[in-house]
């Protein structure tokens, strides 16, 4: 076991970048479903999100987000039924990521 955490711990900075990074990402499509309608991604306004294409594990995800940003959660689950836990893990991610980098500035101001 000790092997093992002094191997993980010379990975730790590349652990809390990629962390910070997924943070970022989840507060930008959860802030961006705040700000996007549906009428938005039906109209082709983001082409990226509107190819047609085949069925998908990620197909209706984005009318999903954009739901559940409405308080809509039953609409949200028919478009896709794992959207509205996805969107709760990036609100978390993005609330505990944006706490660890907080935490961190305020421990380097205080040093």
């Given at each position: 076991?000790?092997?093992?955490?002094?191997k993980l711990s010379a990975?730790?900075?590349?652990?809390?970048?990629?962390?910070?990074?997924?943070?970022?990402?989840?507060?930008?499509?959860?802030?961006?479903?705040?700000?996007?309608?549906?009428?938005?991604?039906?109209?082709?306004?983001?082409?990226?999100?509107?190819?047609p294409h085949d069925h998908?594990?990620?197909?209706?995800?984005?009318?999903?987000?954009?739901?559940?940003?409405?308080?809509?959660?039953?609409?949200?689950?028919?478009?896709?039924?794992?959207?509205?836990?996805?969107?709760?893990?990036?609100?978390?991610?993005?609330?505990?990521?944006?706490?660890?980098?907080?935490?961190?500035?305020?421990?380097?101001?205080?040093?």
């Amino acid at each position: 076991m000790n092997k093992l955490r002094l191997k993980l711990s010379a990975y730790s900075g590349d652990f809390q970048i990629l962390w910070i990074l997924s943070a970022v990402v989840s507060l930008v499509v959860v802030v961006g479903s705040f700000f996007l309608t549906i009428e938005d991604l039906d109209s082709g306004v983001l082409s990226l999100l509107s190819v047609p294409h085949d069925h998908c594990l990620l197909c209706g995800m984005s009318h999903s987000m954009i739901l559940m940003s409405d308080w809509r959660f039953e609409a949200a689950f028919s478009w896709n039924s794992g959207g509205p836990f996805l969107y709760v893990l990036m609100v978390v991610n993005g609330l505990l990521g944006s706490a660890a980098i907080a935490r961190d500035i305020l421990i380097k101001n205080h040093r």
